[in-house]
């Protein structure tokens, strides 16, 4: 819990426009770690020119840096477009199978769903079920997992949008009793969505592939269910 305030601490200093040296100073943190929670902060032209040399030299080597960076990932970005896409329908549904075998439900025996708080990821395990699987949008479940202190209904109505499902499709949401405020806010700022379809031979058929997968390529035998 400390370390998630002073995460906070730390972003509310620097979007003031306080230097690496300063934050580090204040709440006794390494650079290291801040460097891990600011990369994505890095202070103006303006702001830098009124810090002292040596504070000025390292945030100029860190503004540096991340353009480089985020050049970098954008020659990376158009290369790997040009060599995957589009998916054809086979590697689609692999997609899916892997997806769902890192983040799917295996225990429920009737029900296919997938949980995350990342957007994208719901927007492609949506496109998964429709494309892939072809499954009707009307067959698919929506069920929001949120926490006490976040408005249901706005998050009803950001999901929709982003997933570009009706409202009757939302099934009432989990409230968790935790607030929001108490977690770290990376990856949690609209709860947790999960998409689920009712469909018992489709789950069994899904994890069939999954265990089939896992036995090709497994060194150490079959791949057993609990």
């Given at each position: 819990?400390?370390?998630?305030?002073?995460?906070?601490?730390?972003?509310?200093?620097?979007?003031?426009?306080?230097?690496?040296?300063?934050?580090?100073?204040?709440?006794?943190?390494?650079?290291?770690?801040?460097?891990?929670?600011?990369?994505?902060?890095?202070?103006?032209?303006?702001?830098?020119?009124?810090?002292r040399?040596?504070?000025?030299?390292?945030?100029?080597?860190?503004?540096?840096?991340?353009?480089?960076?985020?050049?970098?990932?954008?020659?990376?970005?158009?290369?790997?477009?040009?060599?995957?896409?589009?998916?054809?329908?086979?590697?689609?549904?692999?997609?899916?199978?892997?997806?769902?075998?890192?983040?799917?439900?295996?225990?429920?025996?009737?029900?296919?769903?997938?949980?995350n708080?990342?957007?994208?990821?719901?927007?492609?395990?949506?496109?998964?079920?429709?494309?892939?699987?072809?499954?009707a949008?009307?067959?698919?479940?929506?069920?929001?997992?949120?926490?006490?202190?976040?408005?249901?209904?706005?998050?009803?109505?950001?999901?929709q949008?982003?997933?570009?499902?009706?409202?009757?499709s939302?099934?009432?949401?989990?409230?968790?009793?935790?607030?929001?405020?108490?977690?770290?806010?990376?990856?949690?700022?609209?709860g947790?969505?999960?998409?689920?379809?009712?469909?018992?031979?489709?789950?069994?058929?899904?994890?069939?592939?999954?265990?089939?997968?896992?036995?090709?390529?497994?060194?150490?035998?079959p791949?057993?269910?609990?």
């Amino acid at each position: 819990m400390a370390l998630v305030l002073k995460r906070r601490q730390a972003l509310q200093l620097r979007k003031k426009g306080e230097s690496y040296s300063q934050i580090k100073k204040k709440l006794n943190l390494s650079k290291s770690t801040l460097s891990v929670w600011l990369r994505n902060y890095p202070l103006s032209q303006d702001r830098i020119k009124e810090l002292r040399d040596g504070e000025a030299r390292i945030e100029k080597y860190r503004r540096t840096m991340k353009l480089k960076r985020e050049q970098r990932f954008k020659t990376y970005y158009q290369e790997e477009r040009k060599k995957w896409l589009p998916l054809s329908h086979r590697e689609l549904l692999l997609a899916g199978l892997f997806l769902y075998w890192g983040e799917g439900g295996k225990s429920n025996t009737h029900i296919v769903t997938i949980n995350n708080t990342d957007p994208q990821v719901m927007k492609f395990a949506l496109h998964w079920m429709t494309k892939g699987l072809g499954v009707a949008k009307k067959d698919i479940h929506v069920f929001l997992h949120l926490y006490s202190d976040m408005d249901p209904v706005k998050e009803t109505h950001y999901w929709q949008k982003i997933l570009r499902m009706p409202k009757a499709s939302f099934d009432k949401p989990y409230i968790k009793q935790t607030k929001r405020i108490e977690i770290d806010q990376k990856g949690f700022g609209h709860g947790t969505c999960g998409l689920r379809i009712y469909n018992s031979e489709m789950k069994q058929r899904i994890l069939a592939a999954i265990k089939a997968l896992a036995d090709h390529y497994s060194s150490k035998g079959p791949l057993k269910f609990e």
